[in-house]
């Protein structure tokens, strides 16, 4: 703990830096924009962050976020979305980036994370045998492997792959190679996910 700054705010700065890809001097920036601020805004923040579980949950059928009272995904119980396509992405936040084309139409599924042995993340671990149960109920026709190029993504991508090769009656594509190597989809620009879902190629 830092002597130079008081123990509420070195407190505030510990906590911010436990948020993914945020070091100690973009803490420091953000807790200091907060205590600068108004205590109504402070106040906003945190009442923000304390409703967030008894608000937010995950779909039962995606994994997809949405609101507590909601039974299933809007994007899952829409009539207009065709349920025989599945995109299946890492994280929910992939889910806004490929909605945002507006090119897509069919449904999601989240995975909850990437294979990756070095960070113990096993099959178990995620959404995929629940993906599996997805493409028998709802009769799947294609499935859309819309992980990142990065090493985890690839290796789910092939998992996947795997265990689905002896069915016959499933498209298994991928998104195409516009993506650059390692970006996460909630990154990518509007028009460069609309060519890669526009390229889309079978899996070999």
Same mark, same amino acid.
């Given at each position: 703990?830092?002597?130079?700054?008081?123990?509420?705010?070195?407190?505030?700065?510990?906590?911010?830096?436990?948020?993914?890809?945020?070091?100690?001097?973009?803490?420091?920036?953000?807790?200091?924009?907060?205590?600068?601020?108004?205590?109504?805004?402070?106040?906003?923040?945190?009442?923000?962050?304390?409703?967030?579980?008894?608000?937010?949950?995950?779909?039962?059928?995606?994994?997809?976020?949405?609101?507590?009272?909601?039974?299933?995904?809007?994007?899952?119980?829409?009539?207009?979305?065709?349920?025989?396509?599945?995109?299946?992405?890492?994280?929910?936040?992939?889910?806004?980036?490929?909605?945002?084309?507006?090119?897509?139409?069919?449904?999601?599924?989240? +995975?909850?994370?990437?294979? /990756?042995?070095?960070?113990?993340?096993?099959?178990?671990? $995620?959404? !995929?045998?629940? =993906? &599996? @149960?997805?493409?028998?109920?709802?009769?799947?026709?294609? +499935?859309?492997?819309?992980? /990142?190029?990065?090493?985890?993504?690839?290796?789910?991508? $092939?998992? !996947?792959?795997? =265990? &689905? @090769?002896?069915?016959?009656?499933?498209?298994?594509?991928? +998104?195409?190679?516009?993506?650059?190597?390692?970006?996460?989809?909630?990154?990518?620009?509007?028009?460069?996910?609309?060519?890669?879902?526009?390229?889309?190629?079978?899996?070999?």
């Amino acid at each position: 703990m830092s002597l130079a700054l008081p123990k509420a705010l070195e407190k505030l700065i510990e906590k911010l830096e436990r948020l993914p890809g945020v070091g100690r001097r973009t803490a420091e920036r953000y807790a200091y924009d907060i205590l600068r601020g108004s205590a109504g805004y402070a106040k906003e923040i945190a009442d923000s962050i304390s409703g967030l579980h008894e608000s937010v949950k995950y779909c039962p059928v995606t994994f997809s976020l949405i609101e507590k009272d909601d039974e299933v995904s809007p994007l899952y119980s829409d009539s207009s979305r065709d349920k025989t396509t599945i995109a299946v992405v890492a994280q929910p936040f992939d889910v806004i980036a490929l909605e945002s084309t507006g090119e897509y139409k069919g449904t999601y599924h989240v +995975l909850k994370g990437l294979l /990756s042995p070095i960070d113990g993340i096993a099959p178990e671990d $995620l959404t !995929i045998k629940e =993906l &599996l @149960e997805r493409i028998e109920n709802d009769k799947v026709k294609e +499935l859309i492997l819309a992980t /990142s190029g990065s090493v985890e993504g690839e290796s789910t991508a $092939l998992y !996947i792959q795997k =265990l &689905l @090769e002896d069915n016959k009656k499933i498209t298994i594509s991928r +998104l195409a190679r516009g993506l650059p190597v390692g970006l996460d989809l909630e990154f990518a620009d509007q028009i460069t996910l609309s060519k890669a879902l526009e390229g889309r190629r079978p899996m070999p």
